[in-house]
């Protein structure tokens, strides 16, 4: 029984081992990932931002033409949601 305590600690030894060497490379690239991400965050939030821009100048300029996509943008919702199976 005390051999397979040593196998045991030798098992868990390497472990830790591994552990600690893998351990910071995964770290650098979790922190990289995680840039990516706040990168992408912000981007998006710029380009919806243009977007409402966008939108309000159309609808200050051309209503009629802005209301009128806006009433066929929500009939093809409309659609879309009927034809979807529950």
Do not use: C
């Amino acid at each position: 029984q005390l051999e397979i305590y040593r196998e045991l600690l030798e098992a868990l030894a390497a472990s830790e081992q591994e552990s600690a060497t893998t351990f910071p490379e995964l770290s650098k690239s979790l922190v990289n990932h995680i840039g990516t991400l706040h990168k992408l965050k912000e981007d998006l939030q710029d380009i919806f931002t243009r977007i409402r821009a966008l939108k309000t100048h159309f609808r200050g300029q051309y209503p009629e033409v802005y209301d009128y996509v806006q009433s066929l943008h929500v009939d093809e919702l409309d659609d879309e949601d009927e034809s979807t199976p529950v």
